[in-house]
């Protein structure tokens, strides 16, 4: 079936630091591919998603390219910063409207 | 503002108790959806509905029931039957295709006692 991996966390790192969140997918057919963030305590929100493959998602400074020789949707950033500590979410929509998610990569910035 | 709305934050209710969790949306959203997370594990589907007056189970919906009489409400029920009901839920609602995202609730996490 259907499935989503993420690297595992927590992912430490200093501001201004380089990041990538590692997310490889397992699907049929041509899925949508999202990021989703999840600050503490609160719901989800959609960071940024792609339709299509060698589709760029972009938002805030984050970026996800679908690839799918690789079957692959890693985020990067160029520099974080602490605010962007949060739980980070990959997830595919396949042909209906169920997602598949990822377990979250969890990322700490210290100043 | 459009957006979806789950009361309470926080709830606590003592063992053996049925408790009902409100999520609201007003943003026309024909799905909605009910999510469990739990620390290390992501999310976890319990229930959808793409339509009003029908719903399907997701992964884990034992120990759970849901109704959708109107479009704009999905509450959840926790029942006495579910052996590890302390978690923190979250509602999510989606306007059409696949390729649109879905919208959340700021969540509710129960604690039972």
């Known amino acids: 079936g259907d499935s989503v991996t993420q690297m595992e966390g927590p992912v430490t790192l200093s501001e201004e630091a380089f990041l990538t969140i590692n997310c490889t997918y397992t699907a049929t057919g041509y899925p949508s591919l999202f990021w989703y963030v999840q600050y503490p305590g609160e719901g989800l929100q959609l960071l940024l998603k792609?339709?299509?493959a060698d589709d760029k998602g972009s938002n805030k400074g984050f970026e996800a390219t679908y690839r799918k020789e690789t079957t692959s949707f890693h985020l990067e950033k160029g520099s974080v910063q602490v605010s962007d500590s949060a739980v980070y979410f990959c997830?595919?929509?396949?042909?209906?409207?169920?997602?598949?998610w990822g377990l979250g990569t969890s990322l700490a910035v210290n100043p | 503002d459009g957006g979806i709305t789950q009361s309470p934050k926080y709830l606590f209710r003592k063992e053996g108790q049925n408790v009902t969790l409100s999520c609201e949306q007003n943003?026309?959203?024909?799905?909605m959806y009910w999510y469990r997370q739990d620390p290390g594990q992501g999310l976890r589907l319990i229930y959808y509905?793409?339509?009003?007056?029908?719903?399907q189970k997701g992964d884990i919906a034992e120990g759970y029931s849901v109704s959708r009489e109107k479009k704009e409400s999905f509450p959840l029920t926790v029942t006495s039957a579910q052996k590890n009901p302390t978690a923190f839920y979250l509602c999510a609602s989606m306007w059409g295709a696949k390729d649109n995202e879905q919208f959340f609730g700021p969540g509710t996490r129960l604690t039972v006692l």
């Open positions: 792609a339709t299509k």
């Open positions: 943003l026309n959203h024909d799905a």
């Open positions: 509905s793409q339509i009003v007056n029908d719903f």
């Open positions: 997830a595919l929509s396949p042909n209906n409207r169920k997602l598949i």
